[in-house]
């Protein structure tokens, strides 16, 4: 089956550490996001990555931190910088709409990160 | 600036009781503009894409519907099943970059 997977489930962390939140996919797809979603307040892209080695900040990046190696993986590092990493975290993947067509952005099961 | 609006915030329904969530954008340029399904806990799943105004797309019991300004996802006797929130997102012309609304929480009463 082709999708998205995102690991952990859960995820705990004490102030101060570093954690990193994993996302993979097999569709293919050349662009990838990580998204935060807090309640009342939508998704708000934190980064985005349209080609392997390549990443450009979204609205929210201060205290984040990510890498694209390969075009099947886009792992999130929260730093200790992030002053309010709880939340549920969204990874998601696309095609490139270059035809004027597609831009649909197919979504992973999440993370929730909490903040000891 | 690009911005969605989605309206109401939250709609009780009783099954069966069709009704319409509403999605406002303000956009430059709209290359396209995407209904999501989202359940407590989960990820968004894809419903629809709509292109360009006047079209519609249909799925089960949702119709979507686009003009210039909004879109309608219009839901035809909802089941219980249909309760979660749905969320509207815009794509911009020249960007990648999706703009969400906050959403509708949907809940339907058997």
């Known amino acids: 089956d082709g999708g998205i997977t995102q690991s952990p489930k859960y995820l705990f962390r004490k102030e101060g550490q570093n954690v990193t939140l994993s996302c993979e996919q097999n569709?293919?797809?050349?662009?990838m996001y990580w998204y935060r979603q807090d309640p009342g307040q939508g998704l708000r892209l934190i980064y985005y990555?349209?080609?392997?080695?390549?990443?450009q900040k979204g609205d929210i990046a201060e205290g984040y931190s990510v890498s694209r190696e390969k075009k099947e993986s886009f792992p999130l590092t929260v730093t200790s910088a992030q002053k309010n990493p709880t939340a549920f975290y969204l990874c998601?993947?696309?095609?490139?709409?270059?035809?004027?067509?597609?831009?649909?952005?197919?979504f992973g099961p999440g993370t929730r990160l909490t903040v000891l | 600036e690009d911005q969605v609006t989605q309206s109401p915030e939250a709609l009780r329904l009783q099954e069966g009781e069709s009704s319409s969530l509403n999605c406002s954008y303000t956009?430059?340029?709209?290359?396209?503009l995407f209904w999501y399904r989202q359940d407590p806990g989960k990820g968004p799943e894809f419903l629809f894409t709509?292109?360009?105004a006047g079209e519609e797309k249909e799925k089960e019991r949702l119709k979507a519907t686009l003009t210039k300004k909004e879109s309608f996802l219009h839901i035809t006797a909802p089941k219980p099943e249909d309760s979660a929130t749905y969320l509207c997102?815009?794509?911009?012309?020249?960007?990648?970059?999706?703009?969400f609304g906050k959403g509708t929480k949907l809940t339907v009463n058997p």
């Open positions: 956009v430059s340029g709209l290359r396209g």
């Open positions: 997102a815009v794509l911009p012309g020249g960007s990648e970059k999706l703009v």
């Open positions: 990555s349209q080609i392997v080695n390549d990443f």
């Open positions: 998601a993947s696309s095609i490139l709409s270059t035809s004027g067509r597609g831009g649909e952005q197919f």
């Open positions: 569709l293919n797809h050349d662009a």
């Open positions: 709509l292109y360009s």
